[in-house]
């Protein structure tokens, strides 16, 4: 099985026929799967036995599910926009028809433009709402149906610790719908329990992703690699994430070990969140 040689090279010192376990069998599709967290999601997925659909706008979606598929993996890549509710609804009939069903739906796409607020356009604005908001909305307005009637499902919403617990000059407009997925994320959990589908948020700190070197890239042009190891500086475990770190998370929240958690928004931020202050302590 080339895919679990692969798997034991990413991760050697766990047992890897245990991992195929925890998701095998599953069908989970990963919007905003091309790059960053969201790749980083369908690897670990991907180790964990699951069928893939990797939803994304972006033709690396299609490279990297070529990629997984070559270490023994099923999956597939869907040309989706999420800010398009006919064009997510088309991927997922395209992947229930290939897997027969959904049952867990990681809603990753998500994008941030940073500027101070009286700068910001309309256009700023609906673009983080209609990607980071409404493309949440869509997802799980398209998928829901499927998980409903097998009376089965897990949803994982990636919102961050940005908007619901602290924010840095710039993040408005991207703070603001990430905080609202919060509200998203408890009032859906609510509706669908019945059904025994859980909804549950993850709350990143700094993942070393293409939007975190972007943002840095727009903090210092001159210097980005110190910005990024300024924000190193303040994360008590003294690095930024990595994204296979994130989708560890994601993967645990889809799978049966997340059995009686629903409703809940789960940091994982290195305890950047937790300094109270940077000069009182003892020495």
């Known amino acids: 099985m080339p895919f679990l040689c692969a798997a034991a090279e990413w991760f050697p010192k766990k047992e890897v026929l245990a991992y195929m376990e925890k998701l095998e069998g599953k069908v989970a599709l990963i919007t905003g799967a091309s790059r960053g967290i969201g790749e980083g ?23 990297l599910a070529e990629q997984l598929r070559a270490l023994g993996a099923e999956a597939m890549a869907v040309a989706v926009d999420v800010t398009d509710a006919a064009s997510v609804r088309a991927g997922v009939e395209k992947a229930v028809k290939a897997f027969g069903t959904i049952d867990v739906l990681v809603n990753n796409a998500g994008v941030s433009r940073l500027n101070n607020f009286l700068n910001l356009s309309d256009a700023d604005l609906d673009f983080h709402i209609d990607v980071n908001l409404k493309g949440v909305w869509n997802a799980t307005r398209a998928v829901l149906p499927y998980m409903i009637q097998q009376k089965s499902g897990r949803i994982v919403v990636m919102s961050s610790v940005t908007g619901a617990m602290v ?3 710039g993040e408005v407009a991207y703070a603001t719908t990430k905080a609202a997925l919060i509200g998203f994320t408890k009032s859906l959990a609510r509706e669908v329990a019945p059904y025994r589908i859980a909804v549950n948020a993850v709350c990143p700190g700094y993942v070393l992703t293409p939007m975190a070197r972007d943002m840095a890239q727009k903090t210092n042009p001159e210097d980005p690699q110190s910005v990024l190891d300024g924000i190193a500086g303040t994360v ?14 994601a993967a645990f929240l889809g799978s049966g070990e997340s059995s009686y958690l629903t409703g809940a928004q789960i940091v994982i931020d290195g ?10 302590g003892a020495g």
């Open 41 to 63: 999601i369908a690897k670990v997925y991907a180790k964990y036995g699951a069928k893939l659909v990797l939803a994304a706008r972006s033709k690396a979606t299609e490279t």
């Open 167 to 169: 924010a840095d000059p």
């Open 236 to 249: 008590p475990l003294g690095r930024l994430a990595e994204p296979e770190e994130i989708g560890e998370l």
């Open 271 to 280: 305890g950047s969140t937790l300094p109270e202050t940077s000069v009182v």
